[in-house]
């Protein structure tokens, strides 16, 4: 089982990018699944989180600009990222809900 997290780059504030965790060795729509994001010298912390059902959460820091969903014809869980900020620069990382397993990061920096 693994999870491979892409999409990450850089864009100027106010931009838009679009992550992408796809898994191998699993389906994607039988987990709750989270994107974390860790800013340097920061901790990792919890960006938003879609249970099975396809109920959402998100941190406060970025509700109203995030939008988790799910991709189940590319297994995947997919983070849009629009009006982007320079606290958003970090590393984003995608994990199972309740497990130890997450994706590999994927690195996002937004320039003011």
């Known amino acids: 089982v693994q999870l491979q997290a892409s999409g990450g780059g850089l864009v100027q504030a106010g931009g838009s990018l679009r992550l992408s965790c796809v898994a191998s060795?699993?389906?994607?729509?039988?987990?709750?699944m989270e994107w974390y994001r860790q800013a340097p010298g920061k901790t990792r912390g919890l960006v938003a989180r879609i249970s099975i059902t396809g109920v959402t959460y998100y941190a406060a820091s970025v509700r109203g600009r995030f939008t988790i969903s799910r991709d189940n014809a590319k297994n995947s869980v997919d983070l849009q990222m629009n009006s982007l900020k320079p606290e958003d620069t970090a590393v984003y990382y995608c994990?199972?809900?309740?497990?130890?397993?997450w994706g590999q990061g994927t690195q996002v920096t937004v320039s003011s």
């Open positions: 994990r199972y809900y309740g497990t130890d397993i």
């Open positions: 060795g699993s389906t994607l729509s039988s987990y709750a």
